[in-house]
């Protein structure tokens, strides 16, 4: 079974400084996606960036960066340049791809918050 | 192009009423799933379906809980007799195929609360 852990249930941040969040994964499957999404206190689950597994370059998405280490199992996100409202929780997830079989796996969550 | 809508928003149901939960998936978006947040907790897969088929729902409990997305009309997630521990925020969303690319973009959620 496919499983995501986030182990920093919570991290915070000097607003401009640079933040790294943790995942790592556990799977069998060669071609996968992995995602970061974000949920403000409105809980709108919004997509930040996303890296497929057979690509070796790290995704990039104006300030957050990804640490993609496919041997390791690890997903890392990189926030540069913080700003108060990249305050939120973060969620790691996977998702295989095989048609009939897209169902996005969650890791818990880490709790940012942005001190101004 | 509007995104994914459910209603309600939020839900309060006693514990053995029944809840009935939608979502009206983007335009042109076929494909339909539903996820489960617990309080403080990462979404929870529940149920994939298309249009008049349930494609997966290994995480959907035994019991109590039936999702449908009719041919016309929006996706309905039904929890019957509803019990305190099913309390938790519903979220809903559509993608317009399974081939690679093919992003899920999300609802805003509804929230129920049973007492």
């Known amino acids: 079974a496919q499983t995501v852990t986030q182990s920093q249930p919570e991290m915070s941040v000097q607003e401009a400084e640079t933040v790294t969040l943790s995942c790592t994964y556990d799977?069998?499957?060669?071609?996968?996606?992995l995602f970061w999404y974000k949920q403000p206190p409105s809980r709108q689950m919004i997509l930040v960036i996303r890296q497929e597994a057979y690509k070796q370059q790290n995704a990039t998405e104006n300030r957050f960066s990804v640490n993609f280490q496919k041997a390791a199992k690890s997903f890392s996100l990189k926030i540069s340049d913080s700003q108060l409202g990249d305050a939120a929780m973060y969620f790691c997830?996977?998702?295989?791809?095989?048609?009939?079989?897209?169902?996005?796996?969650f890791g818990q969550g880490t709790r940012l918050t942005i001190n101004p | 192009n509007a995104g994914v809508m459910q209603n309600p928003r939020h839900l309060v149901r006693r514990r053995g009423q029944e809840a009935r939960l939608r979502c009206s998936p983007m335009k042109g978006h076929s494909h339909v799933y539903w996820y489960r947040q617990l309080p403080e907790e990462g979404l929870k897969f529940m149920v994939y379906l298309q249009k008049e088929n349930i494609i997966d729902e290994s995480g959907m409990p035994k019991e109590r809980f039936s999702a449908e997305f009719p041919k016309e009309g929006p996706s309905i997630l039904r929890i019957q007799q509803v019990v305190r521990g099913d309390s938790a925020a519903y979220f809903c969303a559509s993608s317009p195929g399974a081939q690679r690319g093919y992003e899920q973009y999300f609802g805003p959620g509804t929230r129920l609360t049973v007492t």
């Open positions: 997830a996977y998702r295989i791809q095989i048609q009939g079989a897209q169902k996005l796996v």
């Open positions: 799977t069998s499957e060669s071609d996968y996606y």
